[in-house]
Each structure stands twice: as C-alpha cells, then as structure tokens.
C-alpha cells in the first residue's frame, strides 16, 4: 500500500522534477520502508520538434502545381488534417499544408499548425502567383509585411496595418539558387529571376517568405516553372539528402544583412547587391511603402508614415537576424533631395547604419 500525503511538486528552471519534503511510505506484510526526504528524480523533457511549414492552395495554380510536383518526390506521407479541413503532408521536418482558398486570407497557419500538432513552426514558406502590369513571365522571392498602412486602415491583400512579418534567411541564398535552376532548365532569360519589395499577407509569427510564379494564367499554369518551385524547396530544404540551403548562424560565414530602402517593387538596385554570394535579406522597402509629405513652407516636419516603415522594417529584419549586422542600402537615385536627407538623418537617429555596395562585400 502506497500512502502519500502533502506531496508537493516543483519543476525547477534545471528541468527536473524535485517532490518537497514529502511524507511518503510503502507498507508490505513484512517491509516499512522510511520517508524519503527531498527526494530528487531527474526527468528528460522531449524537445518539441521544429518543423518548415509550406503553405499551398488549390485555389491558385501557381501554388498547388509546385506542391503537387513536390508531393510526387520520395518521403511523403498524409499526416493530420488542420481544422476545419486543411489538408497535411510530411516529409523529415518538412509539413505542408493544403488550402482551398486565397493564400492571403488564411492567417496564423503557423500557430495554428503549432496549437493543432504540439510542433514548433521554424519558418514559413507560401506558393503563390504573381502579377504584374507588365504581364512578364516571372519567378519571384519576397518577404511580408504592410508596413506604411496607417493603425485603422484595411490592407487590400491580406495583413495588419503596419504590420511587418519576421523575414525569412533563406531569401537570398534561395534566390541565387532560384536563379541558377532556372537557366538549367531554360527558363530564363524568358523568365526574370527577382525579388520584389515589402507586400501583402497574410498574419505570421515565424519568418517567411513567399515563392512566386508569374505573371498572367499562361505563366501560372506552367509545368516547367511548377518543376523549377518544387526542386528548389527539395534542395533548398535538403530534403533529398543534401545540405540545406539557407540556415543562418551568425557564428559561421558572412554576418551582413542588406535592409532595402526605396526603389521599384522589384528593388533592382538591391538586387545587384544580393545575386552576390553570402548576402541575407531582410525587408525591402519599394517607394510605395515610403509615403513622404514635403513639409511646409516655414515647417521642418516631413509627414507620411515613412518613419514607421522604416522603423518596423528594421526590427523585424533585426530580430529574424540574431546577431547579425543590419545594414540599411539607399537606393539613391529613386529619393528627391529632401527625401534622402531626411531618411538619412532618421536612420542616424535610430542608429541604423547605412552601407553602400562595397560593404556588403
């Protein structure tokens, strides 16, 4: 017989379980064994595992070709169903997901997926189409975020106003490698490789990025882009037995990180910088999500929410980069005078240091 009694449990910041002083005897017919006074059992606590979540939808072809062509490669297996019916699959430490609506309007996949599983979400990756005016056939790389939005205002593609979302290591170094791929199976120069500026949603915790393909349905339904998508996360990932491409350690090799301020949606001059090797990427600021207001005659004060991009943009950048060196690039030649002075003055005042294309090498 087993008598407990004031048994009290305290689990200490070393992850073992301690019982307190507690008054504890065993009764047989022929043993009584003494109390055992502050006893100490060490436990293992299993780590959670971490997991890349790949967000598809069969709403856009651009997103559940590639995943379909991913599926088709060894490894998979159906794993659980997301509420309300969001289909999984897993692969190692790979998870994706399979939706049946706009890849905007799904928010929080990450901590849903978390919640649902008991896993730990590393990063986010989104397949998605592009468009564009220009209907150019495109294969594109970007991070999340509706920074400029006023507090109120409702972005039209998913997000929070003012929101930034945590970027994801693997931009530039998945770009080179997307860029690579695609002249291996000739798809460029028909197809421009690029990054694209700051944009849309939806709401994530973890670091993200999104894959795109474009820019009209002809492009969109395109097998051999899909192919090209889908073999980038399988190298890129390491899911076929290789090294993954992308995981940042700023104990090893190159710690800067380009932060783009200004230019075109498809950042250009940022782009040169980055088709180098060993450049990360954080957040990339096209002109639009800069708004500047010229002060006034007789006025200092430049409105818009320019500050608040700015800053958003830098502690997101910062905080998916622990350790790393943020280095603000200007695109020069896309800001009016005013405009640039007054960036500059900012980013001095926020202690954001700036770099031209010589100190990222």
């Keep these: 017989m087993l008598k407990c009694q004031n048994m009290v449990l305290k689990i200490s910041g070393r992850k073992f379980i301690r019982f307190l002083k507690p008054r ?10 003494q109390p055992f006074q502050n006893a100490t059992w060490r436990v293992q606590v299993p780590k959670r595992e971490m997991v890349t979540l790949i967000v598809a939808t069969t709403y856009d072809p651009a997103s559940i070709n590639p995943a379909t062509v991913l599926l088709a490669m060894p490894g998979w297996t159906t794993g659980p169903t997301l509420p309300p019916n ?19 309007k799904e928010d929080d996949l990450d901590s ?11 990063e986010v990756i989104f397949l998605s189409r592009h468009t564009a005016v220009s209907n150019r056939p495109a294969l594109t790389v970007h991070p ?61 915790s ?12 002809e492009y969109w339904k395109r097998q051999d882009a899909a192919h090209v998508i889908a073999l980038l996360i399988w190298e890129g990932l390491g899911l076929g037995g290789g090294e993954p491409v992308g995981n940042w350690n700023s104990e090893t090799g190159k710690r800067k990180v380009l932060l783009g301020i200004g230019g075109g949606h498809y950042a250009p001059r940022h782009m040169d910088i980055v088709l180098k090797d060993d450049i990360w990427v954080g957040h990339l600021l096209s002109g ?10 007789g006025e200092s004060h430049i409105g ?22 943020i280095l603000a690039h200007l ?31």
Aim: negative net charge.
């Design 24 to 33: 504890i005897t065993f009764q047989t017919n022929t043993t009584r064994l």
């Design 86 to 104: 969001i289909k999984s699959f897993t692969n190692q430490q790979t998870r994706l997901i399979q939706h049946d609506v706009s890849i905007v």
């Design 112 to 122: 849903r997926w978390e919640e649902a599983t008991g896993e730990v979400v590393d």
């Design 144 to 204: 999340i975020g509706v920074l400029h939005l006023k507090e109120g205002e409702s972005p039209p593609h998913g997000g929070k106003a003012g929101w930034a979302g945590l970027t994801n290591p693997r931009i530039g170094p998945w770009l080179r490698l997307l860029k690579k791929m695609a002249e291996a199976h000739s798809l460029v120069p028909e197809f421009e490789i690029t990054l694209e500026g700051t944009h849309h949603g939806p709401l994530t």
């Design 206 to 217: 973890k670091p993200t990025m999104f894959l795109e393909i474009g820019s009209t349905e």
């Design 288 to 297: 639009y999500s800069l708004p500047m207001e010229e002060a006034k005659p």
């Design 304 to 325: 818009g929410t320019w500050r608040q991009s700015i800053q958003s943009a830098f502690e997101a950048t910062k905080a998916s980069f622990p350790g790393g060196e």
């Design 331 to 361: 695109d020069q030649k896309s800001f009016k005078g005013w405009q640039k002075k007054a960036i500059t003055e900012f980013l001095a005042e926020q202690n954001i240091n700036v770099g031209r294309p010589n100190d990222f090498t």
